[in-house]
């Protein structure tokens, strides 16, 4: 095979300059422009002498009722502005739930289980197919429910998983931050296919013993995406509640919701889910900025819910035989994609530089008046962000968005790792990621973190954190005894 020509690489590295240039001009365009400027100014300060700007001084006549007003208007301005700006909301830190080890499935035992549950061989080849290619490892965790031949999916059972995983998160929680629960000012909790009476929120608070006049809410129905907006919600509190914290629970209960049908749609949260929480804990308060992880810059929400195909692509329905499940549409990653697309619309004015703006808009301004076959130009989210933390729904979910946003493998290994070594642990596998980014030593002071959450309805949410302090690497979290592990090869299929 002919070797190739060496002009080649030197045009491509001559190209790569050439775009390192214009991103440095653009960017440091204002810059450029007020640098002469402020030297020209200078220059004929400077010539002029102290006794002519003095006499220009003098010649503007102003006397001490100008200068009053001058300055009590500079003072209401500022404090206006100080006033109406949005209080800022920091994350002190969070936890993650730790499944113990007697909650662990291997495919072993995971399919010997379907085969025991269900006699459809059809099925059961099915779910082989499904977590050969899953991108799941042998560590997942199921709750002690679904250990059982036939499960118990009961709601005393259900009420267990829920205080097992939500307690112990918490107690993490309370642990590392020193917060006492009578200090807790707004509660939310998500999940999404649990909804008991009383609600998870009434159990937390029974639990701790939380204050008479706590704000508690109980979101559910939401998805997996629900974790972001639980924070949404959390930080509209935060504006209107001056020195307040909030505690945010995500997780995902999955006693009552094994689908034991034969329908291959519903099959697939079957073989994905696993057991998970998460307990994060914000506050608009200044002095915990000192000891705060993040500050929260955005937060955006995206909903195709008026779409009929977004609407149904995850369904909760039962199937010809009356059994209840998590129906996944085929359309699924088309609908994400789409949602995608709409919420990095929106967030990329937000967080890219002013070069990929530019070039996103004359791209789009040619594909208008020119030539609509040219290629739409895909911003760089790589020069706004250092870490990405992208829902861990399935090795296709993120597979496509590191296709389409044109990451590297490192970009998406916290992903990868936390589907490998948790499942999908539905809205709380953001946390994990991102407790996977700190275990291995990798979050430094002004990094930034894209997260990045797909739900049922259809929603597409992400939130922006910048990182305030160097984060140490972790000595506890559920991390803490496989970390040195990772990252692993995880091969296309695993033959079972």
């Known amino acids: ?30 810059a450029f422009l007020l640098i002469p400027v402020m030297i020209a100014v200078s220059l004929v300060l400077v010539r002029r002498g102290p006794d002519e700007i003095m006499a220009l001084w003098h010649s503007l006549q102003l006397d001490l009722t100008q200068v009053l007003f001058s300055v009590f208007l500079f003072v209401f301005v500022a404090a206006v502005y100080f006033v109406s700006r949005p209080r800022p909301v920091y994350l002190v830190d969070y936890a993650c739930f730790k499944p113990p080890t007697t909650c662990r499935v291997p495919f072993a035992t995971f399919m010997e289980h379907a085969w ?21 490892g042998e560590e997942t965790c199921l709750p002690p429910a679904n250990h059982y031949i036939p499960p118990i999916p009961t709601m005393e059972a259900s009420r267990a998983e829920a205080q097992l995983v939500i307690f112990s998160a918490i107690d993490d929680l309370l642990k590392k931050t020193g917060l006492r629960p009578k ?41 997996c995406s629900a974790g972001l907006i639980s924070i949404d919600l959390a930080r509209d509190l ?35 889910f696993r057991m998970g929480a998460a307990a994060i804990l914000l506050s608009n308060r200044r002095r915990d900025a000192r000891r705060a992880k993040y500050r929260l810059l955005h937060l955006v929400r995206t909903h195709k819910g008026a779409d009929d195909r977004a609407y149904r692509c995850v369904y909760q329905e039962e199937d010809a035989e009356g059994h209840t499940g998590i129906s996944l549409s085929k359309d699924l990653m088309v609908i994400a994609g789409k949602a995608l697309k709409s919420n990095i619309t929106t967030i990329g004015p937000l967080v890219l530089p002013m070069s990929e703006q530019l070039l996103f808009f004359l791209t789009l301004v040619g594909r208008k008046l020119i030539n609509h076959k040219w290629k739409p130009y895909i911003p760089d989210f790589k020069m706004a962000f250092e870490h990405f933390c992208i829902h861990a729904g399935g090795r296709a979910v993120i597979d496509e968005l590191q296709n389409n946003l044109q990451l590297t493998a490192e970009h998406v290994e916290a992903s990868r790792m936390t589907l490998h070594r948790f499942g999908n642990t539905s809205s709380s596998s953001l946390w994990y990621e991102l407790s996977y980014i700190e275990s291995k030593g990798r979050m430094r002071r002004g990094h930034r973190v894209w997260q990045i959450g797909f739900g049922s309805g259809f929603k597409c949410n992400s939130a922006v954190w910048k990182c305030l302090r160097t984060v140490e690497t972790l000595v506890d979290g559920p991390w803490t005894d496989c970390i040195n592990r990772y990252p692993v090869d995880i091969p296309d299929v695993v033959k079972l």
């Open 1 to 30: 095979m002919p070797r190739a020509p060496f002009p080649e690489l030197s045009s491509s590295v001559r190209l790569k300059y050439v775009k390192l240039g214009y991103q440095y001009l653009v960017n440091n365009f204002v």
């Open 116 to 136: 025991l549950i269900n006699w459809d061989e059809k099925s059961v080849q099915f779910q082989t197919r499904i977590l050969e290619r899953s991108g799941l």
């Open 183 to 223: 200090n807790i000012d707004i509660l939310v909790v998500n999940c999404s296919l649990f909804s008991p009476t009383p609600s998870l929120s009434a159990m937390i608070i029974n639990k701790y013993e939380l204050r008479s006049n706590i704000r508690s809410f109980n979101l559910s129905g939401m998805g």
């Open 238 to 272: 935060l504006q209107v509640h001056p020195s307040s914290n909030a505690l945010v629970i995500s997780t995902e209960i999955i006693t009552p919701n094994l689908y034991t049908g034969n329908q291959r749609s519903m099959l697939l949260p079957n073989c994905l």
